[in-house]
């Protein structure tokens, strides 16, 4: 579980976005860019915000399998991060063959960090509203 929330750090959607740029997509690599600041901006804002307490803190019962980065844990950062890439190859390649092994991918991020103990199912299903919230707001915004 480790290395599959690992995998939801941020370095897939930078490659991603390298690849955009590679490719001479530019208003598909700014709908990326305008996301995730949309989507950090917004998960910042939550997390310090609400302040709710992770499940380690709030029940006690709880082991947490890695040291979290803060106490905090609504809403998932790595969930939202992951949804919010997953909308956007979805939008970039259409619903085809590619949008099932990363939505797949997205789903086992978050599903990661509540088995390691960091967040609820409410924090996980509050990321995945962000992330693809945040995709349509920079769709909008770049492809309008």
């Known amino acids: 579980m480790r290395k599959i929330s690992w995998t939801g750090d941020g370095y897939v959607p930078i490659a991603f976005g390298v690849y955009l740029l590679y490719s001479h997509q530019y208003d598909w690599a700014k709908l990326t860019g305008i996301g995730y600041l949309l989507e950090r901006a917004f998960y910042f ?24 980065a803060d ?19 979805a939008g970039y390649w259409g619903v085809g063959w590619m949008i099932l092994p990363v939505v797949l ?8 960090r509540m088995i390691m ?22 769709r909008v915004i770049v492809l309008s």
């Open 45 to 68: 804002l939550c997390k310090y915000g609400f302040r709710r307490k992770r499940p380690a803190n709030a029940i006690g019962d709880v082991e947490t399998y890695i040291k979290p």
């Open 71 to 89: 106490q905090y844990s609504f809403p998932s950062g790595h969930t939202s991060a992951a949804f919010l890439f997953a909308s956007i190859v």
């Open 105 to 112: 991918w997205a789903a086992l991020v978050a599903f990661s």
């Open 117 to 138: 103990g960091l967040h609820f199912l409410s924090d996980l299903l509050f990321g995945v509203l962000v992330g693809n919230a945040c995709y349509w707001i920079a």
